[in-house]
């Protein structure tokens, strides 16, 4: 079954990949249905798209248990905020948490995957921009905060990721993000959205995380 909109961001996707030089399925889709209910995502899981992306905790658990029943092979990937209270539930639906940014929840993070024995794919949030109402570590605080998480949390974070400034050219962000990560041998970037995705996996994006652009727009 054909999906429009994924469609059309399959083949944005390929094409910047190639683009870019780059092997195809180097970089993953991660479809981000937040705001869009069962009706909506089953078309898109029938389509062949088995990466989801939520941002809130709650509403993933409303509808993500009954499909994940129905469909054993999809992975769900949380990519917002997250409070140390929710991190029990956050382990438990999510296979891969690219919002840790601070030491309270990484702590927490650490204490659940291993009290669940579940181990989850991690990303630090950095907040490239350093917009004051914006999550993420601080550029100039990444580096530390990433020896915290492994030195003292013991936690294997795999990459980073950025949300950059609506109002800015989103590529030295996404530079910024990538230089980063090269410097601590973190080899994953969730970076790129529904406008800037090819920008990102020209940038070296490894996790793109689209929404509109697949599911149309959100009230
Ligand atoms: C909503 C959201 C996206 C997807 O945004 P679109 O512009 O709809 O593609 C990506 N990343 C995060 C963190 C989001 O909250």
Not at 31 to 39: I, L
Not at 59 to 75: F, H, I, V, Y
Not at 82 to 88: E, F, R, Y
Request: net charge positive; glycine share 10%; aromatic share 6%.
């Amino acid at each position: 079954m054909v999906h429009e909109g994924l469609k059309t961001v399959l083949d944005g996707v390929l094409r910047a990949t190639q683009a870019a030089g780059r092997p195809a399925g180097e970089v993953n889709l991660i479809a981000v249905s937040k705001t869009f209910a069962a009706p909506d995502i089953i078309p898109v899981i029938e389509a062949g798209q088995r990466l989801f992306g939520e941002n809130r905790v709650q509403e993933a658990k409303g509808k993500w248990p009954a499909l994940r029943m129905r469909w054993p092979d999809l992975a769900l990937h949380l990519i917002g905020p997250l409070q140390s209270n929710k991190a029990a539930e956050a382990v438990q639906l999510f296979d891969a948490i690219h919002t840790v940014d601070r030491p309270k929840i990484a702590q927490a993070i650490a204490a659940e995957m291993k009290r669940q024995a579940k181990p989850l794919t991690l990303f630090v949030q950095v907040n490239t921009g350093r917009e004051p109402q914006k999550a993420g570590i601080d550029p100039g605080e990444a580096d530390a905060f990433l020896a915290r998480c492994r030195d003292v949390f013991g936690l294997g974070i795999s990459g980073l990721m950025c949300i950059p400034p609506a109002d800015e050219d989103p590529r030295p962000h996404f530079d910024l993000l990538r230089e980063i990560a090269r410097r601590n041998g973190l080899p994953k970037l969730s970076m790129g959205m529904s406008g800037d995705y090819a920008a990102a996996i020209a940038a070296g994006a490894t996790h793109v995380r689209v929404g509109s652009a697949i599911f149309g727009k959100r009230d």
